[in-house]
């Protein structure tokens, strides 16, 4: 069993970064590690994932070259920076823990085996 506690959300203006960190216990240094985000009324869709430390990673399109994933798998921490943050990154963003895939196309929500609880994203313009 895996429990996941995200941190770091609130609200900022276009062009701000933030830093969202989750905390993981129990064993994931076998599992790929990742954030998606979920707007009120569509499915929820993944931002990056990240195999092991220091190792593969995948993003979505909307987000390349202004977020980076990153993991501590001694302190069993996922983290995204967020930079150049733009009103369409509104969301909660969730932390996950799920099975390794080393195609981005099989990161879909229901393939993941534990969920954070969440933290909201507001950017304002």
């Known amino acids: 069993q895996v429990q996941l506690v995200e941190s770091g959300g609130g609200l900022v203006q276009a062009g701000d970064s933030l830093r969202l960190s989750c905390a993981a216990s129990?064993?994931?240094?076998?599992?790929?590690m990742s954030w998606f985000r979920q707007v009120p009324g569509t499915e929820r869709e993944l931002v990056a994932a990240?195999?092991?430390?220091?190792?593969?990673?995948f993003y979505a399109n909307s987000v390349k070259g202004r977020f980076t994933v990153s993991r501590d798998d001694v302190k069993n921490m996922i983290y995204l920076q967020m930079n150049n943050l733009k009103p369409a990154d509104t969301a909660v963003y969730y932390c996950?823990?799920?099975?390794?895939?080393?195609?981005?196309?099989?990161?879909?929500?229901?393939?993941?085996?534990?969920w954070g609880q969440g933290t909201q994203v507001t950017v304002s313009s």
């Open positions: 996950a823990v799920g099975p390794r895939y080393y195609n981005a196309d099989y990161y879909k929500a229901e393939r993941i085996n534990y």
């Open positions: 129990g064993r994931t240094s076998n599992d790929a």
């Open positions: 990240i195999l092991r430390s220091g190792g593969i990673t």
